[in-house]
C-alpha cells in the first residue's frame, strides 16, 4: 500500500467516525457569517492536496484578498503544494500541515476567525477547519458537511475553478473567474530557462507532459501515441516531469525519430518548471497538476482526458484552451469523482492504460496544436 493510499484509508475511516461525533453547529454560529465580515481579522484557507487543485483554488484567494485587503491570510498546506503560494502576492503565511509541525497547530485552537476547508473530500480538512476556525466555510456533502457553520453545496456541473469560487457565497461574494491566477517568477529563473533551452533550440518548442500523479496513473496516454506525436512534429519538444519521471520519460525518447525530443524531467527547479512555460508554444498533458500550471501561466494547454471529465478539470478557461475527451461511449468513464473520492481502480487496461485513454488518436492532438 502506498503513502498515498494509507493517507486515503485513514482519513476515511478515523476521519470520518471524528466528523460523524461533530455536531453540525456550534452555538455561537448563529448570526451568518456575512453579517460578521468586519469582525474577520484573520483567516484560514485549508488546501491539503494536489498541485492542480491548489492552482484552480488560487482564483476564489485571490477575490478573498480584493474582498478584506486588511485581513492575515494564512494557507494550511503540505509540503507537496505549498510552494504554490510563494509566486502569489495575496497569501501573508504558509502553515505546514506535516508530522513535524503538529505540536504547534495543537496549540492554534480557534486562532482564525474564519477557516475555509477548499478541500473536496477529505475529512481531516474539515476537522482542521472546525478545530482552528471559530467560524468555517466547507462543502456540505458526506458526513465531513457536519463540521461547518455555514456550508456550499459542491456543483459537480461546474468546473473545479469555479466551484472554489462558490465557498464566497457565505460571505456574500458571488464571483466566477475568467482565468487562473498567473504565477511570477523570478527573472534569474526565466533567465537560467531560456539558456537552457537555447542549447536545443531557439524556434519553436512544443511541451509534453507524459506522465501522472500516482493516484491514478491509468490517466495517462499511452507512452507510444506521445512517441507517434513528436515524430509527427517538425518542431523541438521538451517533455517535463520530476525527478522519478525521467526513466518513464525517457521510454519515448527511445521510440522517437525526432532527433530534437529533449528529457527535462528532475533537470529545472520548479520556479525554472514555472519560468518554462513563457517559452513553449504549446503544451500537451494528461489530465494532471502541470496541465493546470500551464494553463494558468498562460500557454496554449491542450488536456487529454478519460477518467475525469474536462467540464470539470480541463485546462482553464476551456474557451482558450482544449481539453479532448473520446471516452463518452464506455460505460465505465468518468471513474473518477473527487468530491466523493471515487478512485476505482481501472477494470478496462489496454496499451498499459485507462481504454479510455487509448481512443484518443494522434491526429486530434496534432490537431489542436496546429490550431492558432
Not at 11 to 35: E, H, N
Not at 134 to 143: E, P
Not at 302 to 308: C, Y
Amino acid at each position: 500500500m502506498t503513502n498515498v493510499s494509507l493517507e486515503r484509508l485513514i482519513d476515511r475511516y478515523v476521519g470520518g467516525v471524528l466528523c460523524f461525533l461533530c455536531r453540525s453547529k456550534t452555538p455561537d454560529q448563529k448570526s451568518k457569517i456575512k453579517d460578521q465580515r468586519s469582525k474577520i481579522e484573520s483567516i484560514l484557507v485549508v488546501r491539503l492536496w494536489t498541485l492542480g487543485e491548489t492552482l484552480l483554488t488560487l482564483p476564489m484567494m485571490k477575490r478573498l484578498r480584493e474582498e478584506f485587503p486588511d485581513t492575515k491570510i494564512t494557507v494550511l498546506a503540505r509540503d507537496r503544494n505549498k510552494g504554490i503560494f510563494k509566486y502569489v502576492d495575496f497569501v501573508d503565511e504558509i502553515l505546514s500541515f506535516e508530522a513535524e509541525n503538529i505540536g504547534k497547530i495543537l496549540k492554534m485552537r480557534g486562532k482564525f476567525d474564519l477557516a475555509i476547508d477548499t478541500e473536496p473530500y477529505l475529512r481531516i480538512s474539515g476537522l482542521l477547519a472546525r478545530f482552528l476556525g471559530k467560524r468555517q466555510i466547507g462543502f456540505d456533502h458526506g458526513v465531513r458537511g457536519r463540521v461547518y457553520g455555514e456550508k456550499v453545496r459542491y456543483d459537480a456541473d461546474k468546473h473545479c475553478a469555479e466551484i472554489m469560487c462558490d465557498l464566497l457565497w457565505p460571505l456574500g461574494i458571488k464571483y466566477r473567474p475568467d482565468e487562473l491566477v498567473r504565477l511570477e517568477v523570478s527573472g534569474q529563473a526565466k533567465r537560467s530557462v531560456k539558456a537552457k533551452l537555447d542549447k536545443f533550440s531557439k524556434g519553436k518548442i512544443i511541451g509534453m507532459h507524459p506522465s501522472t500523479a500516482e493516484s491514478a496513473t491509468y490517466r495517462a496516454w499511452p507512452k507510444k501515441r506521445f512517441a507517434a506525436l513528436i515524430n509527427a512534429l517538425d518542431t523541438t519538444v521538451v517533455l517535463t516531469g520530476a525527478k522519478g519521471e525521467h526513466k518513464f520519460n525517457e521510454e519515448i525518447v527511445k521510440m522517437c525519430r525526432n532527433e530534437r525530443v529533449v528529457n527535462l524531467a528532475g533537470l529545472l527547479s520548479f520556479e525554472e518548471f514555472i519560468a518554462l512555460f513563457d517559452y513553449l508554444e504549446a503544451y500537451v498533458s494528461n489530465d494532471t497538476g502541470p496541465m493546470h500550471l500551464a494553463a494558468a501561466q498562460g500557454c496554449k494547454t491542450i488536456g487529454l482526458f478519460g477518467p475525469n471529465l474536462p467540464e470539470r478539470f480541463g485546462p482553464y478557461p476551456l474557451s482558450e484552451n482544449k481539453a479532448i475527451y473520446c471516452a463518452g461511449e464506455l460505460p465505465c468513464s468518468p471513474c473518477i469523482s473527487v468530491h466523493t473520492g471515487k478512485f476505482r481502480k481501472c477494470q478496462r487496461i489496454k496499451d498499459g492504460t485507462g481504454e479510455c485513454m487509448t481512443l484518443i488518436g494522434v491526429d486530434a492532438v496534432l490537431n489542436q496544436i496546429s490550431k492558432k
